[in-house]
Nanobody, 117 residues
Framework: QVQLVESGGGLVQAGGSLRLSCAASGRTSSSYAMGWFRQAPGKEREFVAIIIWSGGSTNYADSVKGRFTISGDNAKNTVYLQMNSLKPEDTAVYYC??????????WGQGTQVTVSS
């Protein structure tokens, strides 16, 4: 059973930084991508960033481009999200996910990020 566990969330002032981590169980051979979504109160869950292991290509939501950086280590089933220049609108629960060939998307339980103004 694949399980993902996020960590690194917390309370920071606007302009500050946080680094989120996500560790996944299971085999790495069928994992082709990992990413981050977030959900603020009263809003839909939205895409934040993704890294595709083959080639290491990344993609970001327009709202976080230039401020967030996704990275990871496929061999260790881990992904990170470095968040800089945080804004109050970044406040949300951040969820890690993992795409595996022939399987549903796996989700972590989420980690709270709160940015005060």
């Amino acid at each position: 059973q694949v399980q993902l566990v996020e960590s690194g969330g917390g309370l920071v002032q606007a302009g500050g930084s946080l680094r989120l981590s996500c560790a996944a169980s299971g085999r790495t051979s069928s994992s082709y991508a990992m990413g981050w979504f977030r959900q603020a109160p009263g809003k839909e869950r939205e895409f934040v960033a993704i890294i595709i292991w083959s080639g290491g290509s990344t993609n970001y939501a327009d709202s976080v481009k230039g401020r967030f950086t996704i990275s990871g280590d496929n061999a260790k089933n881990t992904v990170y999200l470095q968040m800089n220049s945080l804004k109050p609108e970044d406040t949300a629960v951040y969820y890690c996910n993992q795409r595996r060939v022939g399987e549903p998307i796996y989700w972590g339980q989420g980690t709270q990020v709160t940015v005060s103004s």
